[in-house]
């Protein structure tokens, strides 16, 4: 789309935000054509979240305006921006996983008559936006039996049963495999082609230029550049994002079309000797339904095993097993000298074992928001020599090891003292792979370890576990991004249907036959 000579529906105005000494948005100015689609890319800590907090009233601006129709506007709460027709789908979903589908849109809605939700009205109304978007939708079903991709339809209906004319999407292809994903990117094109206009959020560059008109990039919180995705060069946008910076830019890997097995970081040695056997297991999801199957699987030192496949079909469960977090409903598991039908089964054990553990739901298992960086280093180093003396902390020595991670990780974070609630989505995340990452681990379960993250931290996580590897680690990487897997993964295991494909060695797998796995079909269709 061309620049609109038009109003803009929604524009920012010189707009800055600040967090303490933190400028997170600094005089940004931003249009949305009614009907565009626009990308806001930039690296972790750009200030991408704290502009879809002000467009959802979640606060104002510090200075500067937000216009709607060329109005200023002030969004007291966030249903002034709802009647603003502003929608969010939150990266992290807002769904009570025990409840249904229905039961998650009736907790926002509108239809309260006499102190009480009209559930057929409701149900019929989701059951329309559902029909309009291409979606099935069965009103009963609950939440945690949903994968990612179903649950992510559920919150773009619950955020479209307002009149919307913005939808805010936040990362939404992170969670996402190919199929999902070229589904999300049909319903975006739909949504433009009703009028609606859509804010993408992305680190993914081949989003951008698969579904956007234009690209906003933020850089340090300022708009560095705007420009239409027609004719628009990959390079232009990360140099763009990581500024004039040659240096930084040359760090930058840019993907490739696709990247194939012979890409493959690959290794020299031949794996060690095996520190993690599971044998004939069964694991049941937390709803008590089977996940996975007949699960046997060696891990090796000195290997890179991705566990693949769409969200939900049983990865997640052998992760939380292996972290001691979850027992076999059947089978058994050996790991690092602990077996899984002892009584010493605790995710403390395990640790002390050897395992570490980067969670794929961060907030709720991998960090600790009101506690501070160093704190909550600490969560997986209490145990390590020199953080205490005397039974005591030794919190300078705690701060400089923090600090200095801080700055290996370019986590844009004032300091080892911050609290980790202020830190962007994806320096939270490399807090957690610092963590993880540091000390002697003999087992690394590497849960979507580059999730959020944007490119040049994706490429130093990837160098990392590559001398993980290099060093003797056993990671086990849960991935659903065959890209990612092909790079840096020795062994390819898919997760489907409830039973597993493979394992095999990725460099004799083709990216047709992981295709196939994943839809859960032995061979690849003719
Ligand atoms: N509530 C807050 N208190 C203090 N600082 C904050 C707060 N919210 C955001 N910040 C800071 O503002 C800056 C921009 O953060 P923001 O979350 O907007 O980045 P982002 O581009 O969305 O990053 P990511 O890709 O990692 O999600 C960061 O330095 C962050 O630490």
Known sequence: MTENL?????????????????????AVDLEIGQGEVLALVGENGAGKSTIVNMLSGVFPPDEGAIEIDGVPTVFATPADSVEAGIGVVHQHYMLVPTLSALDNIALQ?????????????LGARAGKVAETLGFQFDKRQRI????????QRIEIIKALMHEVRLLILDEPTAVLGAEDKARLFETVRGLKGQGVSVVLITHKLEDIFAVADRAVILRNGAVAASLPVRGLSADTIVSHMVGADAEARAEVQIPSEGATADDSVGHTHPPGKVVCRVRDVTLHRPNGSVAVAGLSLELHAGEIVAAAGVDGNGQSELVRCLAGMQRPADGEVDCLGLNSRMSDWTPARLRRAGVS????????????????LAKNYLLSHLDDPGFTRFGLLRNRYLAQVVDERISRFKVRAPGSGERMKNLSGGNQQKVVLARELDGDPRLI?????????????????????????????????????IDEILKIADRILVFAGGRTFGPARCAEVDRRTIGAWIAGHEDVPA
Do not use: C, Y
Request: no cysteine; charged share 25%.
């Open 144 to 151: 945690d039996s949903l994968d990612v991709a179903h649950q």
């Open 6 to 26: 038009a109003t803009p529906l929604v524009a920012l105005r010189g707009v800055t935000k600040r967090f303490g000494d933190v400028v997170a948005n600094r």
């Open 445 to 481: 379960l590497a849960a979507h370890p580059s999730r959020g993250l944007d490119l040049n931290t994706i490429a130093f996580v990837h160098q990392v576990l590559d001398e993980a590897r290099e060093a003797g680690r056993s990671i086990l990487l849960l991935s659903s991004d």
């Open 357 to 372: 553990h980067i969670p794929e739901d961060r907030r709720r298992s991998g960090i600790v928001g009101d506690m501070s």
């Open 109 to 121: 809605a509108r239809e309260i008559g006499l102190g009480k939700i009209d559930r057929s009205a």
